[in-house]
């Protein structure tokens, strides 16, 4: 395809007015094109100026095409794509840390969002407090000026627009934790106070966190993606990135500055998140890992394939109806049973190949949020919750490198040193549950959790991950 035409800018791009942190994949198929489609019908300058905190891939990928791209919605009745033109420019962190943090002083930007993971918020998956310990939060606190963190590169911003007498911009994370607003006040506050208590103070009265509820599915971009929109399209695109129709964005009223009109597009502003939110995080992502690690083990390449397996299909059923919806309350506009008929159709589509094993990374950060609440709300209610029990299980295998047919797995994740280690000991259900990092000291205690752990981590061993699911659901 070398001869085949680059993607260019349509006219002028729109005045920035929102500086975002992390701009992978998820942040292409959802947070700039719903932005760039509120401009379009509502109006306004919200450009979005996107940050690497690492590499330089994304700016590479997008700068020789003016940071337009597309986003191609991957249904079951084919392909429809729509350029996005939100992006004004591509900084790259480590490059130019000054020029990052300048940008985030100007008064024109208003916003500041994030799509960082769990892990790069640099917080105690459990308690929820900073690890002043981290290795770069512990480098920006003795180089505040200079920061590689997400958090110190907030606080570097925050800290010259006071000086600057300016009002601070609105933190906007859009990553999937619980309350996840409240979270990065909490970590900024923090990382601030280290630095200065007056700044921190400012800007817990003065900034706004408001919580967010983000979903949409967007399997990672493959080259015969790229091949397959050029040959249609008719130009290059390779930072097109590759989503589900389905999208729910779900905000929390309260920005400093305003914010575009994201509700044109569909975007649902509420005065508390937390409902919505849980119910998204134990109804989607709980069996999104649910299905990553049982069937990844059984030898399931997608979710797709997953749930075309009959007892992986009824494993969901089964989680939903009488593990998760038992604990969560209704969110306001919301039904729950038809909601979690809403999750299989998703997971159904052939069309969107999103992989197991890059559902299954950095679990040691996810499983709290997603599975291990459920489970103590599930045991405070008098039951025992086999299902997901078997699905910590089956993490803990998976997280012991190995699959079944003897072949090595490649675990991502923070604590895959400690956890490869935790699994070689001669009891390696013992060994992970003690991990307080990612399982409460509460939940470790309680016998009936770690025998049926336990009990369902033999049965893997023996019988396999299908055969498991298939006799929890029989």
């Known amino acids: 395809m070398s001869d085949t035409p680059r993607l260019q800018r349509r006219g002028k791009p729109p005045a920035p ?36 905190l690492q590499s330089s891939g994304t700016r590479d990928r997008l700068a020789p095409q003016d940071c337009v791209y597309t986003a191609v919605e991957r249904g079951p009745g084919g392909d429809i794509a729509r350029r996005v ?22 008064p024109a930007i208003r916003i500041v969002s994030l799509t960082i993971t769990e892990k790069g918020y640099c917080r105690d998956p459990q308690t929820g407090e900073l690890l002043q310990d981290h290795p770069d939060i512990r480098h920006d606190l003795a180089n505040p000026d200079n920061p590689v963190s997400a958090i110190g590169f907030i606080v ?32 900024v506050t923090a990382f ?26 967007t399997p990672a971009t493959t080259p015969p993606d790229i091949d397959a929109l050029a040959s249609s399209a008719g130009y290059l695109d390779e930072a097109a990135v590759i989503h589900e129709p389905f999208r729910q964005w779900v905000i929390e009223t309260g920005f400093t500055a305003g914010h575009p009109d994201w509700a ?17 995080l134990r109804c989607l992502n709980g069996t999104h890992s649910a299905l990553a690690y049982l069937g990844y083990l059984a030898g399931h390449e997608t979710i797709a394939d997953t749930v075309a397996d009959p007892p992986f299909e009824a494993l969901c059923t089964e989680l939903w109806q009488e593990e998760i919806l038992p604990t969560l309350e209704t969110p306001e506009g919301e039904d729950l049973p038809r909601y979690c008929q809403s999750l299989m159709a998703r997971y159904q589509n052939p069309s969107i190949r999103h992989r197991t094993w890059q559902i299954a990374m950095d679990g040691s950060q996810k499983l709290p949020q ?23 299980a089956g993490w803990i295998r998976y997280v012991g490198g190995q699959d079944e047919s003897g072949a090595p797995i490649d675990v991502r994740d923070p604590l895959a040193d400690s956890l490869k280690t935790a699994t070689g000991t001669d009891d390696p ?6 991990m ?9 205690a309680q016998r009936a959790f770690v025998e049926a752990v336990r009990a369902a981590y033999e049965r893997l061993g023996r019988d396999g991950s299908r055969a498991c699911v298939a006799a929890l659901t029989s």
Do not use: Y
Not at 192 to 217: H, Q, S
Not at 374 to 385: E, N, S, Y
Not at 429 to 434: C, K, Q, S, T, Y
């Open 264 to 280: 044109t597009a569909g975007v649902q502003f509420v005065s508390n998140v937390e409902a919505h939110e849980l119910m998204k």
């Open 436 to 444: 307080d990092s990612i399982f409460e000291p509460e939940l470790n």
């Open 85 to 106: 033109d939100a992006i004004t420019e591509v900084m790259v962190a480590p490059e130019d840390p000054a020029s990052v943090i300048a940008k985030m002083a100007d």
């Open 429 to 434: 259900v013992g060994a992970v549950l003690a």
């Open 370 to 392: 997603r599975i291990l609440g459920t489970i103590a709300d599930r045991l405070a209610q008098g039951v025992v919750p086999q299902g997901l029990c078997l699905v910590v």
């Open 17 to 52: 007015g929102i500086v975002h942190l992390g701009p992978g994949a998820f942040f292409r198929a959802f947070l700039a094109p719903w932005t760039d489609e509120a401009m379009k019908l509502a109006g306004g300058e919200w450009g979005i100026v996107a940050v690497s």
């Open 156 to 187: 570097a911003g925050l800290k010259a627009r006071r000086e600057r007498n300016l009002p601070p911009f609105t933190v906007l994370t859009c990553d999937n934790l619980p309350m996840n607003g409240r979270m990065a006040r909490k970590v």
């Open 192 to 217: 601030a106070n280290e630095i200065d208590p007056d700044l921190a103070g400012w800007i817990e009265t003065d900034a706004a966190f408001p919580c967010t509820m983000v979903d949409r599915i």
